[in-house]
């Protein structure tokens, strides 16, 4: 037999469950289980895996020795580079650029354009991009990107929830900028034609978001990364910018004097290298979501491997805050094709419910995101009340067609049509049927630290996006990164511009720095078994990895 | 033995389809598919893109966000004893008992330059810059080659009656993945055409709200500058009790 039989997208077995949650539907309507206490809250967050423990370990080599990371970044950080210095030759130089950027999302194409404003001309800025331009975290936003621009609003609240929200761990400064210039932002986009939701009368549609104290949620339906990026992207195009595409950064490169001075970068399809020489470079390769850390599945585009912050604390930049994982409590857990995928929060803003096997609501909906994640791994794994996929994964329900049942028939096809769509393609009415899920790993709360103007600590680097630290301190705010990549991919994009013009003397390009990096690797005992950056996850089948040979 | 591993192991365990790649022992259910023409048998319930990887394939091309947003992975398959080409995204596509794959690397398309501040708000700016849309022959073929499922054909033949409004909403989920292109027989582009005229609508019709503008006087002319001195020197104490004391704004 090859095929399962499937009723309405769900195997036979997991139809049965489902109709004990239409069972109990009605019961639940008007019951949500209380909030829990400060005591459960606390006890429960032990199985988060951010807080559980054996998932962290300290750096032992660099900037930041002593400090913690997850297993999986640490493991990075203490690899050795991909090149030697010897199969490489700095002297020829293949690009010669004032501004190299590396990584083309919304923050690194931000960053293109505003420097292109500042006077650098097209082709003496180059964006690099590991995958195609735009295939990238940035393209998935769903959510919104906030701006604090109503009446009742102003940059100073903005402030207070990204400090709260972030633990007051975030660089006060760095939020200032985010905050401040929000708004500005949203003015820029409405310059280039982003089309961003309205009310009737013309004024923004703002909605809620986690952790704030004032509706500043701007979206465009559920496709607001799509659009951001692909009106910048065409705005980018239109000026003919420089941009190499499936030609990731591998290393960086320094001049003399110790400044960011480039990148050596790989063609993935030949396997030849090129050497790109600049008076700045910027950093905007985002996330690390495809490392898997803890095990769990992602949100994250293919090429979020965490390459950013390798490279540039090879290079000598400090990290900040790269301790801190943020995950989502709502990834899609079943069917197999979009396991991992967001699920977004206003999903249970507006009705949906968790519920366990047994049809009963376990949990309050609303907790802040790592309760209500710890929560639902405690249902599936320490009180056995999940469902267990046909893969062997585990999820609770969320059920879904409360949403209608409270807001109203058409709901659902109105406020979600990215997500009736992704179900649709599976076979499955979310109007109908609830949807499993289990929480996925999100975002990479911290990076390479940045300072108002997007410096890191290595003259000549600058950083932008999610491949930065300080802006949102240990956790990050929904809406507040897109904003991040837009605030600071137009201030690195300003300040490189105008350092780069300050740039006289061009120091020899080295990889000294790499060789320094190794001896310390060395030092400290690290055997040369792994390699880093990873630059793409590996998913092929095992057995055949097994049976490869290597011959050309 | 699984009593003893930990809760984060034992999650790590069955998540391990996703997150490294499929064990054949862990499979019950079984394809084939052909793949560039060869015979492979792959795990049924996986997308076309997770069956390629599990076949050997390392994606350096044709693989972006793996969620249905980027469009990087347009696929062309016909299915055993169907003549019929059809088109898809792989990574939101299962594979099914006896698929013909191809992979394509994207259309390579010509995009028209413009500077959205210069151009004229009216029916002419497309037919300038896509002068091929007159040529469109109602034949629908772009939208039943969307993934997407968008009214193609509709928005096209909106753009050539010039109303940017009706192109910006039935165009507004367009992922830009190419097939339509590549698919239509007089050769438009009609995702670079959408581009334009979403743009066009944007910049020309959807105008700045005024609570937008009065934030962005204010902040040009330092009002918040007294305050902004005091938060930005407050200790973490401080902060906490700002930040607590907060008010919520009514639903
Ligand atoms: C599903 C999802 C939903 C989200 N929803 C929201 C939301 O609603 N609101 C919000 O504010 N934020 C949201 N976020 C977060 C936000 O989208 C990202 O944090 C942000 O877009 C990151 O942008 P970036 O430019 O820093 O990185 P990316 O957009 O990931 O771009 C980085 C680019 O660099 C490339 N790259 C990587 N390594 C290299 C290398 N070595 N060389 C060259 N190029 C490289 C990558 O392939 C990629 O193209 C969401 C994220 C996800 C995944
Ligand atoms: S495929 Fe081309 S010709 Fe046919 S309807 Fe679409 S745009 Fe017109
Ligand atoms: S309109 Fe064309 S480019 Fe856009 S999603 Fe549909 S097929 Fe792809
Ligand atoms: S990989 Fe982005 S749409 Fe499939």
Redesign the pocket.
Known sequence: MSEIKFIGGYPEYMRKLINIVNRTRIKRKNYDPPAMSKEERKEVLNLHPDYAHGGKRKISIGQNKGDMGPNEVVDLLEAYPLIEEREIDLSQIDYDVDILI????????TAAIWANDQGVPSDKILL????R??????????????AADRPNDSPLIHFLDAMGGGHFANKPDVVKGLVEDAPLIMHWLLELGAIIDREENGDFTEKWGGGTCRKRMH?CRDY??LEE?RVIRDEFRNRKIFCLEY????ELLIDGEGRAAGAV?WNCETGDYKIVRAKATIL????F?RLHIRGFP????????C??VV?AYRAGAKLRDVDTVQYHPTGSAYPQQIIG??L?EKLRSMGAQPVNKDGEAFVFPLEPRDVEASAFIRECYVREKGVTTPTGMRGIWLDTPLIEIKNGEGTIDNAFPGMRRMFNRVDIDIRKDPVLVFPTL??QNGGVETDPEGKTDVQGLFV????SGGVHGKN?L????????MVY?RRSGIYAAKYAKTVKGRGKLSLEHMKKYVNMLKKAGIKPERRA?I?LPEYRGKAILARMIDIF | MKEKMSIMDRIAESNKSVTTGIDEKDIKYWVTIYIMGKAYKVPAGLTIMQSMEFAGYRFVRSA?CR?GFCGACATVYRKAGDYKLQTAMACQTRVEEGMYLVQIPFAPAEKATYDINKEKYNIGVLFKHYPELARCVACNTCTKSCPQELEVMDYIQDAIKGDFKAVAEESFDCIQCGLCAIRCPAELVQYHIAQLARRMYGHYECHEPEHLKIRLKEIEKGKYKEDWNKLIKATIKELEKFYADREREPD
Do not use: F, W
């Open positions: 590396i990584g083309g999302g919304l923050a690194g194409t690099t991009n590991k995958l331009h735009g295939d990238s975290n940035s393209m998935m936003a769903e959510g919104g990107t906030q979206a607001t990364g990026l030609y990731p950064a591998i970068l905007a390769t985002g996330g979501g992602t949100t994250n585009h293919y090429g979020a491997t390459d950013g490279l995928l967001l977004t999100h975002y932008a996006g999610e491949v990050r929904m809406g507040n990164s897109t904003l991040d990549c991919g950056p630059l | 972006g969620a």
